[in-house]
């Protein structure tokens, strides 16, 4: 039997909106120019997503640089500023415990990207429009 308030992919609700909130928070910061970093400050970053463990102590934030910039200098300048980010998440989000971040280069819209190249290959394309027209012919 599984619990009502988990989602399809094992994480509650409550998992799912604390992060979503840590989320908003470390955008705000990035978006404002709060963090004195010169590579911070010469890139936009996009925080995609916040996974938060179930105990609540650790965030791992996917991150991406807008227009494909530097990733790992971001990276590298994320992770220098961690101690900062984490006290701002603490006094911004009220929580228990302030959460330990962990920042890491969000791959998924590269993946997305390689599938949808996948789909367009031309044996691919031939393939699914086969399959189309023997659909089409059965109704």
């Known amino acids: 039997m599984a619990r009502r308030n988990e989602s399809s992919e094992g994480r509650s609700v409550r998992l ?3 992060g979503e909130q840590v989320r908003h928070v470390l955008s705000d910061i ?7 970093d010169d590579t911070l400050a010469s890139h936009s970053v996009s925080v995609t997503e916040v996974r938060m463990s179930p105990d609540l102590r650790h965030a791992t934030a996917f991150v ?4 494909g910039g530097d990733a790992e200098a971001v990276l ?6 961690t101690a900062y980010l984490q006290g701002e998440v603490a006094r911004r989000v009220n929580m228990k415990y302030a959460a330990r971040l962990k920042f890491l280069l969000d791959e998924s ?12 290959a031309p044996h691919v394309a ?3 429009s086969g399959e189309a027209d023997e659909a089409e012919d059965a109704d």
């Open 16 to 18: 799912l909106r604390v």
């Open 30 to 36: 990035l978006m404002r120019g709060d963090v004195h």
């Open 64 to 67: 991406m640089p807008l227009l």
């Open 76 to 81: 590298k300048a994320l992770r220098t500023n």
């Open 109 to 120: 819209f590269a993946e997305g990207s390689h599938i949808d190249s996948l789909l367009r």
């Open 126 to 128: 031939q393939d699914l």
